[in-house]
């Protein structure tokens, strides 16, 4: 990691998607039938190959966690917060944004009221392989309080949640003032080719361009900083986007820059156009392998501490289980089973 990189003030260079519709043409070409690889798909596919079978081919749903919600919800209330004038971007307006963005989400999404009705460990997983995780990761805190919380009382459990939402917007305050700053693009999605064939695609949580035309990602993480063996991952992300933008604008970005709101921290990686070289072989490699095993339908798992965090583990063979049959070929963009939740990513966690 670098130290922190100044920037000057930004200005709006460049138009904002914002999620509800598609990317300027420049930068989200039509749809190939070949392979295409999200930053969570390809960390799913290098953390455990089977994860990422479950996720990308058989569809499986899944429920999201509560800390996976909240993820969502703190960066809709940091999304709507600069749409407020500079000057009313205040920890008082951002706290005053959290019911309604819940109550958004909610109308999206209703079934995310079930998180509350959930135990805080999912029957079948190892609960102390979940709290030895959430120390690694920097979630101990808000585990050990869903755990604490009666599992009947679900009144009880969203107001927690909704204020745990709200202690992380003090994080945020308290290593950015946004009334400085003007966003290029937030919640943008950006993509492109890469080798002639593979897309790769992302959201970026905010752009901001600096007058002499500099870039900087912005990437939020409701998480604790990790340790190193999870903040590769994180950087593993922000390469990703970095790429796309490099091979869509001409121009490697100047910082990529992680906001960890839980423990106020900022880290800052500078990248360089070798680099960005090197790591665009990694994800053509990376797609080929993936490929490999479509093509040879051999997805093994892989193992690990995240284990304690997987929605699958009855499909498992490491934990006795049996993956389903592997399912014929579908589109790409085929929707998940209606039987429940789709799988959710989870950059936004640390």
């Known amino acids: 990691m670098t130290a922190q990189t100044a920037l000057p003030p930004v200005s709006p260079g460049l138009p904002r998607d914002g999620g509800d519709g598609p990317a300027p043409a420049s930068e989200a070409p039509e749809r190939p039938a070949g392979p295409s690889l999200s930053p969570s798909r390809a960390a799913d596919f290098k953390t455990c190959p089977l994860l990422f079978r479950f996720r990308t081919i058989d569809k499986l749903p899944e429920q999201p966690s509560a800390d996976q919600v909240r993820g969502t919800l703190v960066h809709a209330v940091l999304e709507r917060l600069f749409d407020l004038p500079a000057a009313e971007r205040t920890p008082e307006a951002a706290a005053a944004l959290v019911a309604p963005s819940w109550a958004r989400l909610l109308e999206e999404g209703p079934a995310l009221a079930e998180i509350f009705a959930a135990t805080a460990v999912r029957p079948g997983r190892d609960p102390a392989a979940v709290a030895a995780e959430a120390e690694a990761t920097g979630q101990a805190r808000l585990f050990t309080a869903a755990q604490d919380a009666p599992a009947s009382d679900e009144a009880a459990r969203l107001a927690a949640f909704l204020a745990s939402a709200s202690s992380l917007l003090d994080g945020y305050f308290a290593v950015e003032d946004p009334r400085r700053l003007e966003p290029a693009e937030r919640e943008s999605l950006v993509s ?38 999870f903040e590769g991952r994180a950087l593993f992300q922000l390469k990703f986007y970095a790429l796309v933008l490099w091979r869509t604008r001409g121009v490697v970005p100047k910082v990529l820059r992680l906001l960890y709101l839980k423990d106020a921290e900022i880290c800052d990686y500078s990248p360089d156009a070798e680099e960005l070289e090197r790591f665009e072989r990694t994800l053509v490699a990376l797609s080929q392998a993936v490929e490999r095993a479509k093509r040879d339908q051999d997805f093994r798992p892989k193992p690990s501490r995240l284990c304690g965090w997987c929605n699958h583990q009855r499909f498992c063979p490491e934990f006795g289980g049996t993956p389903p049959p592997f399912p014929a070929a579908v589109p790409a963009d085929s929707p998940s089973p209606a039987n429940g939740p789709a799988p959710v990513d989870d950059d936004r966690l640390a």
């Open 192 to 229: 492109t080719l890469v080798d002639d064939e593979l897309l790769i695609r992302g959201y970026i949580d905010r752009l901001d361009v600096s007058a002499g035309g500099d870039l900087r990602v912005v990437d939020y993480k409701t998480g604790g900083a990790p340790r190193e063996a």
